[in-house]
C-alpha cells in the first residue's frame, strides 16, 4: 500500500476506534460521549464520510496536492487530495444518475432536493489532520460540497454535521460561511459565489 494511503488508513481506523498506543478516544467516540443529541445524532453522517474516505482510498487515485486558499481553483478529477504540509484531505468522488443516496445516503439525505440529488455528480468530502495530546486525529469538516452535473459552477454546499449549528462560536449564515470555508480545500466555489452575491445584498 502506498505509505500516505497507510497513514489515511490508519487515522480512519483511529477515528472510528481508539489511539492504540495512547488509548485516546477517537472522533466518533467523542461524539458519542457528547451530552447532546444534535451531536449524536450527527454520528452516522460522520461515520458514512470516513467508511467513504476508507473505501475510495482502495478505488481512486491518491495524489499529493497542496490545499491552500491562496492556489487556483482544482478541478473535479475524481481521487484522494492529500495535503501533507497543511494536514488537508479531500476526496473526489463521481457519482451517476440515481446513485449518490446509495453511495453516500446520509449526505444526500440532508439534500433537500430529490431532482438534484438524483443527478449525476461529483461529491466533495473534506477533512483535516488535528493534533491533539500529540496524536494526530482526522477530523471531517461538518459540510460536503455536491456538484450537480461534475459542474465546477453548479455547487451545491451540503450541512452534513448540523450540531456545529449549536456552537456558541457559529454565527451567520452556514451556506455563505461553508462557502468561504471551501476555499481552504480549494474546493470550486466562485461560480457559485456570484450567484450568492444577490441573496447577500438583499439581506
Given amino acids: 500500500m502506498n505509505p500516505t494511503a497507510e497513514i489515511l488508513s490508519s487515522l480512519i481506523d483511529q477515528a472510528i476506534t481508539e489511539h492504540r498506543s495512547t488509548e485516546q478516544p477517537g472522533f466518533i467516540q467523542v461524539m458519542a460521549k457528547k451530552d447532546s443529541r444534535s451531536i449524536q445524532n450527527d454520528i452516522p453522517a460522520a461515520f458514512e464520510m470516513y467508511a467513504l474516505l476508507q473505501h475510495y482510498l482502495g478505488h481512486l487515485p491518491l495524489r499529493n496536492t497542496a490545499l491552500s486558499e491562496d492556489l487556483p481553483e482544482i478541478d473535479l478529477t475524481p481521487g484522494i487530495l492529500y495535503d501533507g504540509e497543511h494536514k488537508r484531505v479531500v476526496a473526489l468522488i463521481a457519482c451517476e444518475t440515481d446513485t449518490l443516496p446509495y453511495i453516500a445516503h446520509y449526505v444526500a439525505d440532508r439534500i433537500p432536493s430529490s431532482e438534484l ?73 466562485a461560480k457559485a459565489l456570484e450567484a450568492l452575491q444577490p441573496r447577500t445584498q438583499t439581506n
Avoid at 461529483?122 to 489532520?129: G, K, P, R, Y
Avoid at 461538518?142 to 456538484?147: E, L, P, R, T
Avoid at 450537480?148 to 452534513?160: E, Q, S
Fill in 117 to 189: 440529488k438524483g443527478r449525476a455528480g461529483t461529491l466533495a468530502l473534506s477533512f483535516t489532520i488535528e493534533t491533539h495530546g500529540e496524536v494526530e486525529h482526522l477530523i471531517p469538516e461538518w459540510h460536503a460540497a455536491w456538484y450537480v452535473g461534475h459542474d465546477p459552477g453548479h455547487c451545491i454546499p451540503v450541512l452534513t454535521l448540523r450540531s456545529v449549528l449549536q456552537d456558541e462560536q457559529f454565527s451567520g449564515d452556514w451556506v455563505d460561511v461553508a462557502m468561504q470555508r471551501m476555499g481552504v480545500f480549494r474546493l470550486p466555489r
